[in-house]
Every structure is written in C-alpha cells, then in structure tokens.
C-alpha cells in the first residue's frame, strides 16, 4: 500500500492545533466547555483551509495524496467532518454559557454570534444542495461549490470577532490559526476566481474530430505553443469557451501515448454538458488544458498484471499500450464493453498485441457481462497479480467481489476516482 503523505499532513495539522491550544488563555473568564468548544472551532477552521486547498487543484495534490483523483475523497470526508465540528461547537458554546450564567460568569453582548449560527445553516444546505446536483450534473454541482464562499467567509468573520483568545497576538496558537486562514482564504479565492486564468497554460488547436464508437467522440489537439508534459494514464481539464461551444473545465484522461506537439482527449457523452460539445466543437476551434495530474501508473505496480477497462475507461489503457510496456512485465487487458457498436479502439488494441500484452476483447451483448471466471482462464493462480481497471464503478465493485472468492492471489487493485460526468 502507498504512502500518502497527505494523511499525515491532515493528522499533523490537528495535533499541532491541540498541541498549541493548551498553552493559550481565554482573554476573559469563559466556562471548561466554552474552551473547549472553541478548539473545536479551530479544528473546523483548519478543516476548511485544507478544504480549501484541495480545491485549488494545486500540483502537489498529486503527491499528498497519490492523485489528484484521491484527494477528492479526503475532500469529501474533510467536508463531512468540518460541518460536524461546526455543529458541535454551535451546541457546545451555548451549553458553555449556559454554565457560565449559572455560575455568574458576565458575558458580554456578541454581535458577531449570528454570523458563526449563519455560516452552520448556510453550510448546510449548500451540502443538502450539492449532493443532489451532483446526481444531476457535474457543472451544477460545481457552480453550487463556489457559493460555500458565503458561510466560510461569515465563519471566519465570527471567528475574528467573537473569538475569546487575542486573535491578532503573536502567541504561537494565534499565530497559526492566522496562517491556516491566510491558507485558507487564499485557496478559495484563487479556486472560484483566479484558477480558471492562471491554470490553463497549454493552448491547443482541433486538428481533427472522429467519432469512434457509438456517442464516443475523439479530440485531436496540435500545441499553439507550449506542449503539456504527460505520462501514459494521466488525465487533464479541459475548457474551450469561444463562439458557440461554452464548455467549462472537466477532467478527461488524455488517451494517447505521449506525442510532441499533440494531445488527444476520447469524450464519451455521458452527461448534457458533454453531448452539448459534440454539437459545438469544430475542426479549428482553440482548446486550453490544465494539468497533467494523476498516479495511475502501472509501472509502479507488481510486473505481472490485468488491466480491465469497461466502456470508455478503455483511454488510460490505449495510452498505456501505444507506449513501450517493460519487457520484464506481462499484462493481461480485459476491455469489456456493451456491443461493437459502442467498442471504441477495439481492433486498434488488437494489433498493438505483443509478447507480455495480452489483449482479450469482450462483447457484452455477446458474452454477458465480464467476470472473473473468465479472467482466471488466463492467469496463473500463483502468480500474485495486481488490478489496474477504468470504468463504471458498480462493475469495479461487482468485479471486485468476485475476485475476493477467485482463487487468484491478488496484490492491489488500482483505480481512478473520478466519477464525474
């Protein structure tokens, strides 16, 4: 299993806020709980900017967390776990001063409490919001993310304002929390209002559109100056935004091996937005990318090995095998996919069958669905294999069941987290 140096940089922000918290004095009397409440605020706090900073998309994503892609996930959890801490303070420090007014503790007036009550409704229903857009479309879903400004920006403000620490004081607690906002407010604005500029450094020009399978459209781009720098497997945004075609960043995986001075990109219509580039998009028409970015990298795995891709998860594979694969490895590919009509690359794949690439096509509609059964019928039982698959996650899941009773000897299984349409 790798290393995530991601995970110990999130565990290691909480310890040193504990760490740093217990040195620090209220600046007026407050109850145990309210103390203790408001180290749960700073827990949220440092939540939200690295929240924030995962949202930026930044290169080194890559290498916290093996892949931009998983990043995501502890994106999704750190959200989770912040908005819990947040409702936990809010209960917290009311029941704090509720012991402070039985034991005749004063406390003053706080204009800046609504804003903190605020930003914990505000979130959410954003996230209520967001996890039903997602279900209906990814650029809704993104849109609605770019509000979760609002009540980050309104928690920082009571923060600041009903804070019971000298918030500005250069005490080693005050002191990094300010850093971990400065981090944090930076993130956000430059995700929602500077990323979508500055990111997007490689320009492209369509130099050909196929369609090669069933709703599946291949995008050829030639480099206007810059050429992207890739590896076999990565996957990058893409946006063009001239004359009719209004379509905004999405990651696609590149799905060519690395070739100078163009960049491919195989788009299968799965959601409004992309369909609506199959309308728009010309032969001529300008391109920008950002990235490269992920780990799914093979060659980091165990030499013998299976790659499974389902419908358009085929695209890392064809990058994969158009490049030179270490004569030291043996690969068996497995690409599954409904019917001829929707087989993208299928008789390409073929001919780029060599000696430790052993390339099994599977139709679906003739076969039924891919299973381990048939896999095992290539694979040696003591061999100890490693998994490389790309396509819908509920065959990833199926598949992955079934190899827990194969008899097969299975190393890791390896996948791309995104799910985005």
């Known amino acids: 299993m790798k290393k995530k140096p ?9 310890i040193i806020t504990w760490a740093l918290w217990v040195f620090i004095k209220p600046t007026r009397e407050i109850s145990t709980l309210s103390e203790y409440s408001q180290l749960i605020a700073s827990f949220a706090l440092v939540a939200f900017a690295l929240i924030n900073f995962i949202s930026t998309r930044n290169k080194i994503l890559d290498v916290l967390f093996d892949g931009l892609d998983k990043s995501y996930i502890y994106h999704k959890y750190l959200s989770i776990s912040a908005l819990v801490l947040v409702i936990i303070h809010n209960i917290t420090i009311e029941l704090g001063k509720g012991i402070e007014r039985s034991q ?3 406390i003053p007036r706080d204009p800046y409490a609504m804003y903190g009550a605020f930003s914990m409704y505000l979130f959410i229903i954003l996230v209520l919001i967001a996890i039903i857009a997602k279900k209906l479309n990814y650029e809704r879903w993104k849109a609605i993310h770019k509000f979760m400004i609002i009540p980050y920006a309104m928690g920082i403000y009571h923060y600041y304002g009903s804070a019971t620490y000298a918030v500005f004081s250069f005490k080693p607690f005050n002191i990094w929390l300010n850093i971990v906002n400065i981090m944090g407010i930076s ?18 020009k369509v130099s050909s559109l196929n369609i090669v399978a069933d709703g599946t459209l291949e995008i050829t781009g030639s480099a206007l100056k810059k050429d992207i720098d890739y590896k076999p497997g ?16 999405h ?20 959601g409004d937005h992309t369909k609506e580039l199959f309308d728009t998009l010309k032969v001529g028409d300008k391109f920008e990318v950002s990235g490269p970015h992920g780990k799914f990298n093979y060659k980091s795995g165990r030499k013998r090995q299976v790659w499974i891709a389902g419908g358009i998860g085929v695209t890392p594979f064809r990058s994969f095998s158009q490049a030179e694969i270490p004569k030291d490895f043996l690969v068996d590919f497995f690409y599954a996919f409904n019917n001829e009509e929707e087989s993208a690359y ?21 076969k039924g669905f891919l299973s381990v059964s048939e896999i095992e019928k290539y694979i040696d039982t003591k061999d100890t294999i490693d998994i490389y698959f790309c396509g819908p996650a509920p065959m990833r899941e199926s598949l992955r069941k079934q190899f827990a009773n194969s008899h097969l000897n299975i190393g890791e299984l390896h996948y791309e987290h995104f799910q985005f349409k």
């Open 104 to 106: 005749g503790i004063p």
């Open 187 to 204: 993130s956000v604005i430059y995700s929602i209002f500077l990323y979508e500029k500055i990111s997007f450094k490689y320009k492209y």
């Open 251 to 270: 990651p696609f995986t590149i799905s060519e091996a690395p070739k100078k001075g163009e960049l491919q990109f195989t788009i299968k219509g799965l």
């Open 6 to 14: 991601g995970i110990l940089l999130i565990l290691f922000s909480m």
């Open 346 to 366: 299928s008789e390409e794949l073929e001919g780029l069958q060599r000696d430790n690439l052993r390339v099994h096509l599977f139709n679906s509609k003739e």
């Open 234 to 249: 990565q996957f990058a945004f893409i946006k063009t935004l001239q004359n009719d075609n209004k379509f905004v960043s």
